[in-house]
């Protein structure tokens, strides 16, 4: 049974949430503000957290910075703002999906569940393939271990969020392939998510400031001008 922590203060619409899901088949746990919500997620390992952005306590874009900071849990963003830059906002920070209020409940459990799908698919991929470009070095700056969802840089790991992990994935696995925005999407958020292209070019925008020596002069994720972008190790 996957678990959900749900942060939400309005506790009408955290009940509904909760019957439903639980209904569903989850075991949800509900905290009303953000300290409780943190002491949750350290006491429960959710498989997933909803989260609202207007909390009592703190900001909800804060604590999705702090939670993303210590685990790649998927992270639904819950908020009456519907506006395109407090989306993007909450994707830049680690956000993997984001749903206006008012919502129906039919909604918000597709994709709940298209982000554990997606992030069960990931845990149960093949570990740690090398592709032949890196493994013809004995100490590639870049390197992708995909059993631990870790990209490592000069051995060092980098902290990356559930999707710019998926991202990275995919380029990992076919170095040199150019990826469409498109392509990229599907891959990263699949079809019951909000996306945009402009979140794609967020998440090439954060990978490269972590792993690139200069990031207005990437080496290793580069544009492919009027198509997408590939990667070269």
């Known amino acids: 049974m996957s678990t959900v922590l749900l942060i939400e203060d309005d506790q009408s619409i955290a009940d509904m949430i909760s019957i439903y899901l639980s209904e569903e088949g989850y075991s ?4 009303s503000d953000g300290k409780q919500g943190l002491r949750l997620f350290e006491q429960l390992e959710p498989s997933v957290i909803i989260l609202d952005i207007m909390l009592p306590d703190t900001n909800g874009i804060d604590l999705c910075r702090r939670l993303r900071g210590s685990s790649s849990v998927p992270i639904l963003i819950v908020s009456a703002k519907s506006e395109v830059s407090e989306r993007v906002k909450a994707l830049m920070i680690g956000a993997d999906d984001y749903l206006c209020k008012p919502f129906s409940m039919r909604e918000l459990a597709a994709r709940t569940q298209a982000l554990l ?3 069960s698919m990931s845990k149960s991929a093949a570990p740690s393939v090398q592709p032949q470009a890196a493994a013809e070095d004995p100490s590639p700056a870049i390197t992708v271990d995909i059993d631990k969802r870790c990209v490592f840089l000069h051995k060092v790991p980098v902290d990356t969020t559930y999707s710019e992990f998926e991202m990275m994935k995919s380029f990992w696995l076919h170095p040199g392939k150019v990826f469409s925005r498109d392509e990229l999407l599907s891959r990263i958020r699949g079809i019951d998510s909000f996306v945009t292209e402009r979140s794609v070019d967020v998440h090439i925008t954060n990978l490269r400031k972590k792993i ?3 990031p207005k002069d990437p080496k290793h994720i580069k544009t492919v001008w009027g198509v997408g972008y590939k990667f070269e190790p």
């Open 28 to 31: 949800v746990h509900s905290a």
């Open 117 to 119: 799908r997606r992030s």
């Open 212 to 214: 690139e020596l200069d």
